[in-house]
Structure formats: C-alpha cells, structure tokens
C-alpha cells in the first residue's frame, strides 16, 4: 500500500478522505432520527479526558462550539426527547461502526443510513484484508489459484465470466466447507464483514504505535527530571500514566494477535460451524477493543497535537502537568475495560 511523505496510507496515489463513520472518536447526528434540524448536523465527539460532548459547529477560524449533551434542552427549546437519545450515545464507549452495531440494537435506536466504512477507508484497509482473503483462497482452492493480492480475489474467482468455471469453483468451495451452494454468497459477505472488523481495528492501533513508541520515550524523560523527582505526586501519575498506556499498548497487541491465531484455525477447518465460533468471538471482542482503542486514540492525538515531533514545546513542569491534567484522567477506566477483555480471553490481570 502506497504512503505519502508524511508516513500515511494513500489511496490511488492520494490522500483519502475519511468520514466520521470512519473514526473510532466520532458520532454524526446526521444519521439518527431527530426531530431537530440544528442537532441533526452536531456530532458526539470523544476528548481526551474521556468524555463526550456535542460539538454544534467547528471552523477553522472561530473553532470548535462543544456543550455537554445533559445542556441539549436548554439551548434547543423542545428538543427533551433528542436529548434523551443523544444523551444514551453519549454513554457509548466507542463510536466505530463495528461496535455501534451491537451498540444500537441495545439502544433500540433506528438509524436513517447504514453503518458502514467509506470506500476510502475500505481501500485503506485493502493492504490489510489481504492476510485474510489470500489463506482462505489458498485453503479452498489451492495456492496457484491466488491471482496477485486483490482483497477481492475470492469474489473475483466466483465472479469469472467462465460460467462452467464458476459452478465449479463453487463445487469446490461447497464440497471444502459443508456450506450448501445457496449459502456461500452471504457466508462470503459476513466473512468480508468479520476480516474488515479486525483489520480496521489493527490499522487504528498500527496508526498510534509510532507514537506510543515516542510518548513513551517523551515520558521517560519527565520521571527522570530533578523538578519531577521532587514531587511525590506528580512523579506517581507519570509513573502510573507510562505503565498504564504500555500496558495497553502491548495488551490491544496480544488480542489482535490471538484474533489473528482464531483465522489460522479456521482457516484449517473451514465450515459452518467453525466460521459461526470465529464470528461470535470477533463479535464479542468488537466493543471492548472498540473501546479500549478508542481511549487510547483520542489520547494519544491530543497528545501529539500538544508536543509535536521534534518540538520542543513545554518544558518539564509544562509537560508533567500535562500528563496529570490530560493523560491520566481516563486511564483507570480504559485499564479496567482491558482488563475484563482480558478476564473473558484467560488472560493475565494488571493490578
């Protein structure tokens, strides 16, 4: 997959553009049924010390309009019962489209537009997908049928003009898998949908590793200056804050790890019943990882958006009241969320 200069995917030799269904932090209204037209073009938004606000209008010149979303009625006379849905999305750990699909059948919220990835991500994603389609393809019909690393290679095989060659290909397919022939095109479809999940959440975590790796050096720095070491209590927050994001970076690393063995295995014994244990535990992961990503996104965004690389904004007072106004708060809360994804995998607690 092609990068620019600045070390970010490129679709088709450009920059892509994303929408807020692509993010992790963002809940456009525009898609829940609202009675007001002024709401219907805010947006919930993640900050980084965890919580949500509605941002009423962002410009570049007079920036961003946020009010808490309990304040709805008293800005927007007859809007109490938009407030109450905004109100329960607020709540939402997570706003990526994976997990607000679970999200919203809990809610009993209908949404006006289908939640889905913008084809811009979808090619973002592409160099990703690759890992899951090109196995199953080599699985099912051997190696030598992988024709270059299109993600769309196993519809491409069913899609051939050959008419006698896709009725055999899905004979093929029928007779490795146990799925009766009328069953593969949405056996297909919610495979596509499965591998997208966990590739999406990988980009996002692949995104901010650079500059876990960084903040992690930044911070080392900070509990190594005297004016830190002389304040018990600000050295305990920069200390909790670097093992907390470690523990999260190398915890969110271990999952998508395991997530990636559970493909390996079904792709060794591929069929209904593999293919529905694969699903259901891809599923389960959704809102934890979701969540937890999230977390560790919007603060590691507006972390870098305060000390750019080679900046040498803030000295050491400056960046350790960071850590304690902005890093900190938040992190017990993303802590606990791994901690019970990690309970429900068999893994090993922090404490």
Request: glycine residues 6%.
């Amino acid at each position: 997959m092609a990068k620019d200069k600045d070390d970010k995917p490129v679709v088709k030799g450009r920059k892509p553009t994303l929408s807020d269904m692509d993010t992790l932090d963002k809940f456009p209204l525009s898609i829940v049924p609202l009675t007001s037209n002024s709401l219907k073009n805010a947006k919930l938004i993640k900050n980084a010390r965890m919580e949500t606000t509605l941002e009423l209008h962002n410009d570049p010149i007079t920036g961003s309009y946020q009010i808490p979303p309990e304040a709805i009625s008293d800005s927007f006379k007859g809007a109490e019962q938009d407030q109450d849905i905004i109100v329960k999305l607020a709540l939402l750990n997570s706003y990526d489209i994976f997990s607000l699909r679970s999200s919203m059948k809990k809610l009993g919220v209908d949404l006006t537009e289908e939640l889905k990835l913008s084809d811009d991500m979808k090619g973002v994603l592409n160099g990703y997908t690759i890992q899951f389609t090109r196995p199953l393809i080599e699985n099912i019909f051997g190696s030598e049928r992988v024709d270059g690393d299109e993600p769309e290679a196993l519809q491409n095989i069913l899609r051939d003009p050959d008419v006698a060659k896709v009725r055999e290909n899905l004979a093929i397919m029928t007779k490795k898998t146990g799925i009766p022939l009328t069953e593969i095109p949405p056996f297909l479809e919610q495979y596509a949908d499965v591998f997208s999940s966990v590739a999406y959440y990988r980009f996002s975590f692949e995104s901010i590793s650079p500059s876990i790796e960084r903040f992690g050096k930044w911070i080392g720095d900070i509990k190594n200056h005297r004016d830190v070491t002389a304040t018990p209590q600000t050295m305990a927050s920069c200390k909790k804050t670097d093992e907390v994001v470690r523990f999260l970076e190398k915890s969110i690393r271990e999952r998508l790890n395991r997530l990636q063995y559970s493909f390996e295995t079904f792709w060794g014994d591929i069929n209904q019943a593999s293919f529905a244990s694969l699903q259901q535990q891809i599923e389960d992961n959704h809102s934890s990882m979701g969540a937890v990503l999230c977390g560790l996104v919007v603060k590691m965004r507006g972390w870098e958006k305060a000390f750019p690389e080679n900046s040498a904004a803030g000295g050491p007072t400056t960046r350790a009241k960071f850590v304690v106004t902005d890093m900190e708060p938040g992190l017990d809360k993303l802590k606990n969320m791994e901690n019970e994804a990690r309970a429900r995998l068999g893994l090993m607690q922090m404490k």
